[in-house]
C-alpha cells in the first residue's frame, strides 16, 4: 500500500530552526517533493529529494533517506512569513502519481 | 511570463447543477491535474492528463469529468453538483509528472448548497 504521515502541527520561534519530518512507506519511490502553502493559496514547490542525502537551499533544505522512508526539511532563520502548511509528497513510481501528506502546519511566532 | 490560471475563484452553486471550472496554463506543459483540499484530507487527485485527449482518473472522481482537447486546457465539470463537493479546487501542470515541480493555479473556492 501507499502510506504518508507528518506532523499536524508545530510552533517555533522567530530566528530559530525548525525540523518537519515526512515519513512514508511505499513499494515503490520515485522521489519525494516538498512545497509550502500559505493560508488562502496554492502550493508552490520548495524542493524535490530523489537521492539519499541533504539537499541545500538558501535557508531552506531537504533530506532523504529512502532505507528508512524518511525525509525532514529544514527551515533556518525562521521569519514570520514561514509561518504556512509545509506537504510533502511522494512518487510511487506508478504511472507518475503524487501521494500527498495532510500538510504540516507551521506557526512561527515573535 | 508562464502562468496557470484558474477561474473561476470563487462559485455558490445549487445541488444538482452542472458546473465547469477552467484552467488555462501558458507553460506548454503536457501533464494537467485537478485536485480538491478539504480539511483533514489533504491533496486528492480527481482528474489528471497527460496529454491531448487523454483523461484518467484519480482516487476520487466520481462525479467530476474532464476534457482535454488542446495543450493549455483542462475543464473540470462537475456533473450534478452534490454538497459533498463543497471544496476548494486546484488545477496543476508540470513538465515531468512526478520528476520536475507542479505548477499550481490560484484555486477555486466552490460551494454547494
Known amino acids: 500500500g501507499q502510506n504518508i504521515d507528518q506532523p499536524t502541527e508545530m510552533t517555533a520561534t522567530e530566528g530559530a530552526i525548525v525540523q518537519i519530518n515526512c515519513t512514508y512507506q511505499?513499494?515503490?519511490?520515485?522521489?519525494l517533493f516538498w512545497y509550502q502553502q500559505h493560508a488562502g493559496e496554492a502550493p508552490t514547490f520548495l524542493s524535490y529529494n530523489v537521492l539519499d542525502g541533504l539537499e541545500e537551499k538558501g535557508r531552506f533544505s531537504s533530506f532523504l533517506s529512502r532505507s528508512k522512508g524518511y525525509s525532514y526539511l529544514l527551515l533556518k532563520e525562521l521569519q514570520m512569513k514561514d509561518s504556512a502548511s509545509y506537504l510533502c509528497a511522494y512518487n510511487a513510481g506508478n504511472n507518475r502519481k503524487l501521494i500527498w501528506g495532510l500538510g504540516t502546519s507551521l506557526a512561527v511566532n515573535p | 511570463d508562464a502562468e496557470i490560471t484558474q477561474s473561476p475563484r470563487h462559485k455558490i452553486t445549487e445541488t444538482g447543477r452542472q458546473v465547469t471550472l477552467a484552467c488555462h496554463q501558458t507553460?506548454?506543459?503536457?501533464?494537467m491535474f485537478w485536485y480538491r483540499q478539504d480539511l483533514g484530507h489533504g491533496l486528492r487527485l480527481i482528474h489528471y492528463s497527460y496529454g491531448v485527449q487523454d483523461t484518467n482518473k484519480g482516487e476520487v472522481s466520481d462525479g467530476y469529468s474532464v476534457s482535454r482537447s488542446n495543450t493549455e486546457d483542462l475543464p473540470l465539470t462537475l456533473e450534478s453538483a452534490a454538497s459533498s463537493q463543497t471544496s476548494v479546487y486546484f488545477c496543476a501542470s508540470s513538465e515531468r509528472q512526478g520528476i520536475d515541480e507542479a505548477f499550481f493555479g490560484q484555486g477555486t473556492r466552490l460551494t454547494v448548497v
Open positions: 507553460w506548454n506543459h503536457n501533464n
Open positions: 511505499t513499494s515503490g519511490f520515485n522521489g
